[in-house]
Nanobody, 119 residues
Framework: QVQLVESGGGLVQAGGSLRLSCTASGRTFSSYAMGWFRQGPGKEREFVARIWSTSDTQFYADFVKGRFTISRNNAKNTVYLQMNTLKPEDTAVYYC????????????WGQGTQVTVSS
């Protein structure tokens, strides 16, 4: 069992930056791929970014490429999402999730952290 806790959300002006963190319980964090998802008001949850367990591969949704960076520190059981050049349409609850490298399937989810970008 893995428990995930997100932090770092808040209110920021358009063009600003935030760094989200997701800390996992348990000793198996380094064996999991980690993902970030988001759900905006009135929208379906959507994929944002993914990093494989070994950190050598990341994958991004097209709408965040060049603006967001996913990284992880296995010694701290933490995955990060650095978000730059934020836009009002990035406003959402952001969730982290954990699962195996293969297949792409997320078994554990955090409770989410709110990100609000003002125009």
């Amino acid at each position: 069992q893995v428990q995930l806790v997100e932090s770092g959300g808040g209110l920021v002006q358009a063009g600003g930056s935030l760094r989200l963190s997701c800390t996992a319980s348990g000793r198996t964090f380094s064996s999991y791929a980690m993902g970030w998802f988001r759900q905006g008001p009135g929208k379906e949850r959507e994929f944002v970014a993914r990093i494989w367990s070994t950190s050598d591969t990341q994958f991004y949704a097209d709408f965040v490429k060049g603006r967001f960076t996913i990284s992880r520190n296995n010694a701290k059981n933490t995955v990060y999402l650095q978000m730059n050049t934020l836009k009002p349409e990035d406003t959402a609850v952001y969730y982290c999730a954990a699962g195996p490298d293969v297949p792409v399937n997320y078994l554990y989810w955090g409770q989410g952290t709110q990100v609000t970008v003002s125009s």
